[in-house]
């Protein structure tokens, strides 16, 4: 093997390693699209869940920036509230700051 044909293979070589490196980041962000994820952000998830009886149980469920709260379980699921809020915890102290005026 002459020294021009090590160089052309070290060359591809070397070519193929930065190829690899640079496809991660474009796969990444096209399966973000495909999730339909917005910013970073999982699309839906659940935040938290509280065991209320035997059968009923609280979730608090986030989609992008807002957030539902969902009771299950009995003879029928209730959709509870929907807030712009960024938190519940934001809706309580607004509402609590509501009933004390």
């Known amino acids: 093997m002459t020294l021009h044909e090590c160089v052309n ?11 690899i490196f640079c496809t991660r ?12 994820a917005r910013d970073g952000q999982a699309g839906l998830s659940l935040v938290g ?8 149980s609280l979730s608090v469920v986030r989609y992008g920036a807002r957030e539902v709260l ?3 379980g009995g003879s ?8 712009e809020r960024e938190t519940f915890a934001s809706a309580l102290d607004a509402s609590g700051a ?3 005026s």
């Open 70 to 72: 969902i009771l299950t």
């Open 25 to 36: 980041p474009l796969l990444r962000f096209l399966e973000q699209k495909k999730g339909g």
């Open 49 to 56: 869940q509280m065991a209320l009886d035997r059968t009923r």
């Open 98 to 100: 509501e009933d004390v």
């Open 9 to 19: 293979a070290i060359a591809a070589l070397i070519f193929i390693i930065v190829l």
């Open 76 to 83: 029928q699921d209730i959709l509870i509230d929907w807030t």
